[in-house]
């Protein structure tokens, strides 16, 4: 995988971002999550969290199509949170994956109290080889990308109103 990082100025106030969905009997209890429950596609970079917000329609879609693929080659999605071992079986699909949006604004906010990266994917591209060398199902990414918190600075304010609010859980 080649991440290649630059500071490049943002022009809309909504990002893309993917997400999943757990796949709910919405009869079977009144506690069901709804949508804004959803969990948001990220991994490790590094030692740190990232959250990935796609500055482009066409890159959030590419890597929508990544997934899918992966999906079917490997018949699971790559895993959410940066560990080695992947996502249950498509045998036991109970998510889905989509394309969500999201003001800007309130996500780096959020990520920012929470110590969570953001990365803003400008480009998003991959290969894929059956066979190379030995190794089946080989992909290749090439991501362009910039750290959208590298200029938030988070009130200290703000941080005890997070936890006061994560108490209420």
């Given amino acids: 995988m080649n991440v290649f990082t630059a500071k490049q100025p943002i022009k809309n106030n909504y990002v893309k971002v993917i997400r999943r969905r757990q796949i709910y009997d919405r009869n079977a209890?009144?506690?069901?999550?709804?949508?804004?429950?959803?969990?948001?596609?990220?991994?490790?970079?590094?030692?740190?969290?990232?959250?990935?917000?796609?500055?482009?329609?066409?890159?959030?879609?590419?890597?929508?199509q990544f997934l899918r693929k992966y999906k079917d080659v490997n018949?699971?999605?790559?895993?959410?949170?940066?560990?080695?071992?992947?996502?249950?079986?498509?045998?036991?699909?109970?998510?889905?994956?989509?394309?969500?949006?999201?003001?800007?604004?309130?996500?780096?906010?959020?990520?920012?109290?929470?110590?969570?990266?953001?990365?803003?994917?400008?480009?998003?591209?991959?290969?894929?080889?059956?066979t190379i060398l030995d190794q089946k199902n080989v992909f290749s990414l090439n991501i362009s990308a910039t750290d959208l918190l590298s200029d938030q600075v988070t009130d200290d304010n703000d941080k005890i109103e997070n936890l006061n609010y994560l108490l209420d859980f």
């Fill in 29 to 64: 209890s009144w506690w069901t999550p709804e949508n804004n429950q959803d969990n948001y596609y990220s991994s490790l970079l590094g030692e740190r969290q990232y959250i990935y917000a796609f500055l482009n329609v066409q890159a959030a879609k590419k890597c929508y």
């Fill in 75 to 130: 018949g699971r999605y790559p895993d959410l949170h940066g560990s080695q071992k992947a996502i249950k079986p498509v045998t036991e699909e109970s998510f889905t994956v989509y394309i969500d949006e999201e003001p800007l604004r309130g996500l780096k906010k959020r990520c920012s109290v929470n110590g969570i990266g953001l990365i803003g994917i400008t480009e998003f591209d991959y290969t894929f080889i059956d």
